[in-house]
Antibody
Framework: EVQLVESGGGLVKPGGSLRLSCAAS????????MSWVRQAPGKGLEWVGR??????????DYPAPVKGRFTISRDDSKNTLFLQMSSLKTEDTAVYYC??????????WGQGTMVTVSS | QTVVTQEPSFSVSPGGTVTLTCGLS?????????PSWYQQTPGQAPRTLIY???TRSSGVPDRFSGSILGNKAALTITGAQADDESDYYC??????????FGGGTKLTVL
């Protein structure tokens, strides 16, 4: 069964850091482009960033709101995706979803992990 | 700043047909934007419905179809059912590798 399981969410103070993980199973993780999408409480979905597979250069892309603060990385030996978040703001409070990315679309979704930024 | 536009809300009768649209604040949507569509019910992760304009994701019934209508991407639901009542989001793949979500459409079936 294809599955993505996020972990690492929690409560963090403004200006703090947090690292999320996403464990992948049921597919060849090293062949997949991966992405993070978030959803603030009561709001819509927002793309947070993407990492290509190493064969395609392993490069990353980020939207303006998180560029320079968030970093996506991957450990293909452990089938795990990471999202390192720093200089966190209250507006980063959201459920963070890990997804595969194929044909320019988010294909498989995890169940999400909640991040709360509050003093 | 480019914005992806969707109807905030829409309603459809059971068994009816509804078309939700996905546009750009400036310009037209074409297949070059690889529009995709997602369904989300409260408290659940999104589910992928359509990618690459009109390709249904695995397991998605053929009641859901994607297309380009005029200058917008469109999601059409035929034979609407009660459990189609959800939020629907579109995504456009922009230049520079940016994925842009629309604000979502809340669909009511009544």
């Amino acid at each position: 069964e294809v599955q993505l399981v996020e972990s690492g969410g929690g409560l963090v103070k403004p200006g703090g850091s947090l690292r999320l993980s996403c464990a992948a199973s049921g597919f060849t993780f090293s062949n997949a482009w991966m992405s993070w999408v978030r959803q603030a409480p009561g709001k819509g979905l927002e793309w947070v960033g993407r990492i290509k597979k190493k064969a395609d250069g392993g490069t990353t892309d980020y939207p303006a709101p998180v560029k320079g603060r968030f970093t996506i990385s991957r450990d293909d030996s452990k089938n795990t995706l990471f999202l390192q978040m720093s200089s966190l703001k209250t507006e980063d409070t959201a459920v963070y979803y890990c997804t595969t990315f194929d044909y320019a679309a988010f294909e498989i979704w995890g169940q999400g992990t909640m991040v709360t930024v509050s003093s | 700043q480019t914005v992806v536009t969707q109807e905030p809300s829409f309603s459809v009768s059971p068994g009816g047909t509804v078309t939700l649209t996905c546009g750009l604040s400036s310009g037209s949507v074409s297949t070059s934007y690889f529009p995709s569509w997602y369904q989300q019910t409260p408290g659940q992760a999104p589910r992928t419905l359509i990618y690459n304009t009109n390709t249904r994701s695995s397991g998605v019934p053929d009641r859901f179809s994607g297309s380009i209508l005029g200058n917008k991407a469109a999601l059409t639901i035929t034979g609407a059912q009660a459990d189609d009542e959800s939020d629907y989001y579109c995504v456009l793949y922009m230049r520079g590798g940016i994925s842009l979500f629309g604000g979502g459409t809340k669909l009511t079936v009544l």
